[in-house]
């Protein structure tokens, strides 16, 4: 149990379009999820804590027009990459919470802005 | 959440056991240890976590000194698929969907 899944696994988009990136959790009912993303051979940084039925909250630096995030059921958020850079290629995670308030990430989303 | 200092890399003879050290001095008292890792190009993976005792599963164990301000986690019997980067992590565990704060973890290569 606990399965979290992202599609796509990995995206080429070109500089200025938009890239949608969807985060499930298979088997069990998320309310929080969390967004993080990993630049090569450096650690997960938290983007955005992600509610149902309410508005993400962002960490320090991230910009809320850019990474737009839904949290529509409690079983998909969605990050929206919004006029993509080169520099906005990177490695995409979500996790999703429990029941019991234990985190399972998914499998990545590898974005890369041409 | 308190910070956690493990050192970059290690490397482990295949069979053998790896012992990953964390330094957590100023863990709290209603602070969890969690150990993740992350295989190349993969999302984090749960390995075990402990308050204050240790604990064993059927991938590791973690052994807590019992003034909490640091732990190992031991793979008995590492493997090649065992290379991976690991992070320790405290966690504020009072009931609520607590962020993780991920650190540059242990790069761990096991070798034949």
């Known amino acids: 149990g606990a399965v979290v899944s992202q599609h796509p696994s990995w995206v080429i988009c070109k500089s200025g379009t938009s890239v949608k990136i969807e985060c499930r959790s298979l088997?069990?009912?998320?309310?929080?999820m969390f967004w993080y993303r990993q630049f090569p051979k450096q650690s997960l940084m938290l983007m955005a804590t992600?509610?149902?039925?309410?508005?993400?909250?962002?960490e320090q630096g991230v910009e809320k027009d850019k990474f737009l995030i839904n949290h529509a059921s409690l079983t998909l958020s969605t990050l929206t990459v919004t006029s993509a850079h080169p520099e906005d290629s990177s490695f995409y995670i979500c996790?999703?919470?429990?029941?019991?308030?234990?985190?399972?990430f998914g499998p990545g989303t590898r974005l890369t802005v041409t | 959440d308190a910070k956690t200092t493990q050192p970059p890399s290690m490397d482990c003879a295949e069979g053998r056991a790896a012992n990953l050290p964390c330094n957590h001095s100023?863990?709290?008292?209603?602070?969890?240890v969690y150990w993740y890792r992350q295989i190349h190009s993969q999302g984090p993976q749960y390995i075990i976590h402990?308050?204050?005792n240790n604990e064993t599963n059927e991938m590791a164990s973690l052994i807590i000194t019992e003034d909490r301000k640091s732990s190992t986690l031991i793979l008995p019997h590492a493997t090649l698929r065992d290379t991976a980067v690991y992070y320790c992590?405290?966690?504020?565990?009072?009931?609520?969907?607590?962020?993780?704060?991920f650190g540059t973890g242990t790069r761990l290569q096991v070798t034949l």
């Open positions: 996790s999703a919470v429990e029941n019991s308030y234990e985190q399972y």
């Open positions: 088997d069990f009912q998320a309310t929080t």
């Open positions: 992600s509610n149902e039925g309410s508005k993400a909250t962002y």
């Open positions: 100023t863990i709290s008292g209603n602070e969890y």
């Open positions: 402990g308050l204050k």
């Open positions: 992590i405290v966690r504020d565990y009072t009931g609520t969907a607590s962020k993780l704060t």
